[in-house]
C-alpha cells in the first residue's frame, strides 16, 4: 500500500532563495520508495510551474541495508540526465565505506557487516551466512570491483560532501558544533551523530541532514532532520523549500 504526505509547516523562516529545492532523506537501497517520492516530486514540480529549474539534492547513503543498491545508483544517474532538474548528489557515509573498501579491504571490512553485504548481493555477489576474513576479503573486493559498473563508480566518487543554498547547508550527517562553516571537516560531515544532534546552538545557517533515522522528520530553527529509516519503516522523506516556506513531502509503502 502506498500512501503520500504533505504537511505544510509555518512561515517566517530562513529563505533558500528563490529556487525550489527538494531534499531527500536517506534511500538505503529502497528503490520502490525512492520511485513513490519522485513521483510525487514531479507532480508537484509541475503544479508549481517554476521559472527556474528545482534543485533536487540526495542527502546520501543510497547503498547498504535495502535490497536494490544497484538499482538506485542507476535512477540517481539517470536523474542526473534530466534538464528539467539540476540534481545534486551528497555524499553518505555509506558510499564513503564503500569506496573505502574497495581501496583498503582488509582495513575497511567492518563495511560489510553495516550493510555491505546486502549491497554486494544487489551486484550479484553473494557472500552467504559467514562474512569473509583475511585474504577472502581481498578476493571479495576484486569480485566487487569487476561487477560495478564504471558509471557506478564514477559516481561515487564524485559525490560531495556539502552544499549551500541561501540561508540552508545541506549534509549527511551533521556539523561540528562551534565550527563555521568554512573548517567543519569531512569525517564530521559524514559521521557525527550525538555531538550535533545534542547541542543548542545555531549555526550560520540551517542544517539539512539525514544519517540519524527517526520517527517522524525533526524540524526546528536549528536543523532539519528527514531520515526516517525507509530501508526498516518503508517510510521515504524529503523537506521542499521555497522561498521561507517548507514542506514535508513523504512516501510510505
Known sequence: MLGLLRRHLSASLPSVGTRLVYAVG????????LNALLHTIRADVVASQPTTKPYLIFLGDYVDRGPQSRAVIDALIGLEQV?????ICLLGNHESALLAFLDKPMERAQWLG??????????GLGLGDTLPTGQ????VRDAFAVRLPPEHLSFLRRL??????????FVHAGLRPGVPLAKQTRRDMLWI????????AR??????????????????????GVDT????TGLLTAIRLQETRQTLLQARI
Open 193 to 200: 551523530r550525538d555531538d550535533f544532534l545534542n547541542d543548542k
Open 114 to 123: 553495516y550493510g555491505g553485504a546486502e549491497t554486494l548481493a544487489a551486484y
Open 229 to 232: 529509516g525507509a530501508y526498516a
Open 83 to 87: 534538464p528539467q532538474l539540476e540534481v
Open 160 to 169: 560531495v560532501p556539502l552544499v549551500e543554498l541561501g540561508d540552508y547547508v
Open 136 to 139: 577472502d576479503l581481498i578476493a
Open 26 to 33: 536517506d534511500i538505503h537501497g529502497r528503490l520502490d520508495l
Open 203 to 224: 549555526f550560520e545557517k540551517v542544517v539539512v541532514h539525514g544519517h540519524t533515522p527517526t520517527p517522524e522528520p525533526h524540524l526546528d530553527k536549528r536543523r532539519i
